[in-house]
């Protein structure tokens, strides 16, 4: 009688696999994996458009993200940019469609959403703007006692206008006196020309 051969387990392509070492626990690791950010989005994505394995596509999701935190910005580039044109299409079509309604409330509906289609479009945009021309702060001196630090002591702040120093001038009399704050003050008569207000 031949022995019968054990046919190997095949894996299914929409249960998460979850690696482990000797000494961890199993809960402890399922846990870890299932926080991943690239798993719970493999997750969303597969759901949405049907994809078989979502392994693979946590493996694609995890390269990406290495991509990101080393540096590299073309692929958010790439979608920001891709999106702006999806949404920008969104906004032609609406206000096509919202152009052929005869019924105010239809018309009304239709260019709202246009509208904001074309906000979103104009906030991607200036995300990708951001991204591509970060903004710089000149900080004369910053003292932080935690994280990143940039001091630019060498160039100078444009400024508008010279400040004035007024402290000195409060102390001085009209005629170039200084005021002697000590001293007694005469005594000054009622001014007779006022009268009372109705």
Do not use: W
Request: hydrophobic content about 35%; proline content about 5%.
């Amino acid at each position: 009688m031949a022995a019968k051969k054990k046919e190997p387990k095949i894996k299914s392509s929409h249960q998460v696999i979850v690696p482990r070492h000797n000494d961890e626990d199993p809960d402890e690791a399922i846990a870890k994996i299932l926080t991943m950010p690239e798993v719970g989005a493999a997750g969303t994505i597969r759901g949405l458009n049907n994809i078989h394995d979502v392994n693979a596509l946590t493996k694609i999701l995890h390269q990406q993200t290495a991509d990101v935190i080393g540096g590299n910005m073309t692929r958010p580039e790439a979608m920001l940019l891709s999106q702006a044109h999806t949404l920008d299409a969104l906004f032609n079509s609406l206000v096509m469609k919202g152009l052929g309604q005869t019924h105010m409330p239809h018309y009304e509906s239709f260019l709202r959403l246009a509208f904001k289609a074309q906000s979103q479009c104009r906030s991607t945009l200036q995300a990708l703007s951001d991204i591509k021309n970060p903004s710089v702060v000149y900080a004369k001196q910053a003292n932080i006692s935690q994280g990143h630090q940039q001091i630019n002591n060498g160039i100078p702040a444009p400024r508008t206008q010279e400040n004035k120093n007024y402290s000195n001038e409060l102390l001085e009399y009209t005629h170039g006196k200084r005021l002697d704050t000590r001293a007694k003050s005469e005594t000054i008569g009622a001014y007779s020309k006022l009268a009372a207000v109705e």
